[in-house]
């Protein structure tokens, strides 16, 4: 592929990315307007000094509609207006339950109990406003919309990170290894490439001149 045809890929898969974050980004920061939903039609392509499309700027990605669909929505691609109120409403009634002062006097976890990330859980919530995007008039249920069932198809004999570990013999603590890539601050699944949504840091920068296009996510600064 020569230079021409690879740049011209390189904007094709930069817009295609792009613009359906730039809706979120619009429909995230404030309340749902036609105006941020449907583009004025005499609105043109910003474009750099070189005829390129200007995508320059910080961006935000993040989204309260989750990539994978539940699996126990089954084929239910949209939520009602009573569904979001309530989806809504327990999000509120979370974010009240982790605001609340915690006791000092608690004693420790039992013994064999799970210790995750609940100090995290404290703010991750609040990163977002507890509401649902609105998209081309609907509440989505996933942000996959094909395959139908709103879900990464998985091979048969795939095994995650953790099952490889545990079929090795090695346990979360038996090494970094036992940790994935992510929970060692080394790399994050939601930076480029695949920019998928999440609760915090969901922020891009895009840099560009004529032949490069830099883009820097605030997760981790993975460029």
Not at 87 to 107: F, T
Not at 182 to 199: K, V
Request: contains cysteine; glycine residues 8%.
């Amino acid at each position: 592929m020569n230079r021409s045809l690879l740049r011209n890929a390189l904007w094709l898969s930069l817009l295609s990315t792009a613009l359906p974050m730039m809706s979120h980004a619009q429909l995230e920061s404030g309340p749902s307007t036609p105006a941020a939903q449907t583009p004025s039609a005499d609105w043109i392509m910003p474009r750099t000094g070189y005829g390129q499309p200007d995508l320059q700027g910080t961006w935000f990605y993040g989204s309260r509609t989750p990539l994978q669909r539940p699996a126990k929505l089954g084929l239910k691609q949209t939520y009602t207006p009573d569904e979001v109120a309530a989806i809504e409403n327990r999000m509120l009634e979370r974010n009240r339950m982790l605001d609340a002062p915690r006791d000092p006097d608690r004693g420790p976890p039992e013994r064999g109990a799970r210790i995750g990330m609940e100090a995290d859980d404290e703010f991750l919530a609040h990163w977002q406003d507890a509401k649902l995007p609105k998209l081309n008039g609907e509440y989505r249920t996933s942000i996959i919309i094909e395959p139908p069932d709103g879900r990464v198809p998985v091979r048969e004999d795939f095994q995650d990170h953790n099952a490889r570990q545990r079929a090795a013999g090695l346990g979360t603590t038996d090494g970094p290894e036992g940790q994935p890539l992510s929970g060692r601050c080394l790399a994050f699944g939601s930076a480029i490439p695949s920019m998928t949504p999440i609760m915090m840091n969901a922020n891009m920068q895009i840099v560009q001149n004529q032949d490069h296009v830099m883009i820097m996510t605030e997760m981790a600064h993975d460029a």
